[in-house]
């Protein structure tokens, strides 16, 4: 369980089929245009319902399994199937979420390692040993502060020689050391749950080794030794620092800890991917969140033969948890794609599979023509070779065919024949594989495509003449001052049909035509097949002025033959002043300042650099920005003085008003001018103050304010007629929670809390549900600091439970770690007398998929109470029963409202509403009554809603653990009138 190398995984290459040689002339003209990046309108590794995808490789690799995110989400999350090198140090992204979808809660938990190496191996070693045990504390202190449990976690960790060589290894492997189902506070029976999760759940230590030692470890993390003895290749090794800047060739033991940890909390299934047999019999958790898209169904639905396929069914098994699905888009960016815009025939975004090496992928990506490289052998669109035909690759994106030699080397031979891209045509049918590989010198992007897209694109090649594109090679040249000549150098890109000839055109810029150089006149020529560059040359003038480093501005313009320009065709000249300055110069310390709008002045400091020669001054005054003098600042004009041999800082005041007015952050500008004494300025040169309103929110028909004013919530909608509007508040008794309603205030639409979580994460939480299907953006603002959090819902999908625990980090806090010796003896606390492996007085739990079920009951008038809500003139009665993570239960309390529609629910506090209900009539739509339903909470309920006047039932629950989903139920009642 959990096993999984990390780092070198190999391409699996495929034998391509063989062509004829090329000829010497090859193709050198490609009429397809297109950009290698990402496609922003859809985000990587998820399915088209958003869940966000697994990786299930085909055919199955060794050492890795389901239990990974896919290689397809981008950027790099950690549960990926190799250890990214650009996944930011201590991050666990996604994989959070991923926890709370199988049951962890949020906070924090006490995680104790405890080693298990004899004296001096391992974690005891005398030389490696305190370094290791400092790293995997903080990957420890990680995770124990995202995960809440009251029970303590124990991890046994030790060093062990694992498999390594030839390139690739296991790093490390973990698992959990047991599981229990059906234990008291189990949210699904008959589950398997691994031993920390259940512990968690249940609230009491479960795991009982040799039935004598409760603390013995409730999982196992083991690290390959023989990583450090450079068993993947010379110089590899672990990198054990705590800052994230791990060197080349070198692998993150923090971040290895951290994935590793994560398979043994709750992220690996005990399912039997190669057989799809379930453990004992029986599913685990993590298998119900498995969602194999082929058969529309999660695991725990699936024949042994259906999991076994599901195990390999690439690109369509994905995670169907809410968390995951609902900050899917806070993680993940646009996926990755090559974009052709030209011809219109083939225009569009083609789904890429994406590198683990070279630079990531960006919005909107590198631009280019693409043309086939070739590389001279009998198998030349391999470019397993050095490419034959970098003239006419120079500047483009290559086009190659997978097979024999690995990805890395095809794109290296691309760049050095000066491609900017690369795109790998799949030389078999199926998705764009992923491409794993290791290279630090390639320093240019590569993607993968289909093979069905590859052949596509070069049908649509033509061999047309091609006088390529001309292009400065560089987008900035320098030259010292006294270097009398500057050579720009021009690139001849693409094709090289024809004679070519462009001009290059000087403009000033900090530098003076006839002072500091000569203005250009001329240009570079291009003669018929050749390509590469040609330089031009400037002629400059020196001189014995202290003026600083001055700019020449360059164009190029006007080109024959055919040719076009190319990007970049302007250019900056730096000219190198080689004159010291004995004044110096003199410069604002930073480019922004910022100030509370109650903090009276906001301190501006200068700094003079260089030269401390002479007695200097500059002048300094303020203008500009949204914010507006002698209202929100106080104007100043006033000069900066520096003694002679005085460097340093100076510091002045300027003075900010406090006014009553809710604002948005304002802005002004400070400028440096007129230096006098021989001193010049520096950048910056100006710099913009940031004043941070202190007013609390003003409600409004439009605008919610909770906690006590802190944060402002505001709603825009857009219908399916592209009607557009805000959210309208409906006003409450509560300081934490509020309602919006966008057509009708009798059809109450969304239900918005902030709550104070500063105790639990450290974070101000924002929930929030909504019945509706229309496109919506809610935006939460921190009045105090101006942080911002955004929530959209696409046009069209049922608006999903927000539980964004995460939303505002303004509380300090954090979660307690300890490191305990192997030896330790164990605590005293008694021995569960229940079973190791199964807890037989279980508690009645809910379904762990919603459904709703119909009955009868006696007919008969709702009557309203505390725990009764009547809707749409009394006919329909509501009721919820909900239990939470330590088997507390209880009735749903009725909030009352002004609505015959619509209903609201709170379940521990009346300012924290949990649930908003609504029976409407669409009788005149479909023959009838509707329920729809939202709540912002992820304990467990059961809504029942009762037709009183024939008694017909609609029961509708939600899982514990679960973020409740909408309600969205247009068939509930078929009793209209």
Known sequence: MGRCNLLLLRSVLIAAVLVAAVTANPIAAVPVNGSVGVDPNNLAGVDGSGRVLLYTPNPLEP????????SSAFPDLLMEPSNSSGLAFQQLDLTVFQMRDIGWRGGSSTVTMRIQDAAGQG????????????????ALAVWASRLGSSVEINVNVAFESLECGNGTGVLAQAGARFLFESFAGAPVPGTWYHGALAESLSGQNLSLEDDTNPNSGDLSLTFNSQIDSACLGAGSRYYYGLNGNVPANQISFVNVALHELGHGLGFSTFANSSTGGLFLGQPDIYSRFIFDNTRGTTWNNLTNGQRQASAINSGRVAWSGNQVRSQASNFLSGRPALTITAPASIAGAYTAGVANFGPPLATPGLSGALVEAFDGTSSPRLLCSPAVNGSEIAGKIALVDRGTCNFTVKVKNAQNAGAIAVVIANNVAGDPPGMNGDDNTIVIPSISLSQSDGALIRATLAEIADPGTLAFDAATFTVDEAAGTATVTVRRGGGTDGTVRVDVVTSDGSATAGDDYQA?????????????????????????????????????????GGATLGTPNEAVLSIIDDDLNPAGAIAFTAAVFQVNEG???????????GGTLGAVSVDVATGGGSATAGEDYQTVMTTVAFADGEGGTKAFDVPIFDDDLEELLETFGVALSNPAGGVVLATPSSTMVEIFDNEPCQPSQTRLCLNQ????????????????GSGQVEPLDSDDSGLLWFFDSDNLEMLVKVLDGCSITNHFWVFAAATTDVEYTLTVTDKMTGATSVYTNPLGVSSAAITDTEAFATCPGGATSEIVSGDTEPDSAAA???????????????????RFDTRLTKQGACQADNTHLCLNQGRFQVEIQWIDFVGQEGPGQVEPLASDDSGLFWFFDPNNLEALVKVLNGCDINNRYWVFAAATTNVGYTLTVTDTLNGEVRRFTNPLGVASAAITDTDAFMTCP
């Open 520 to 560: 250009a006149a001329g240009g570079v020529t291009f003669n018929d097949g050749q390509g590469g560059t040609r330089t031009f040359g400037l002629t400059i003038l020196d001189d014995f002025d202290t003026e600083g480093d001055e700019t020449i501005g360059l164009t190029l313009a006007n080109p024959t």
């Open 63 to 70: 050492g890795s399994s389901v239990s990974h995110f896919d």
């Open 123 to 138: 974690f005891n070693d005398p030389a490696l040993g305190a370094q290791r045990r400092a790293a995997v504390q903080n």
């Open 599 to 609: 903090g009276g002045n906001a301190a501006i400091t200068v700094e003079r650099q």
């Open 832 to 850: 569960s007398e229940a079973s190791r492996w199964r807890d037989l007085a279980t508690q009645a739990s809910l379904e762990q998929i919603a």
């Open 709 to 724: 004013g802190r944060f402002a919530a505001e709603v825009a909608w857009r219908d399916f007629a592209g009607n557009t």
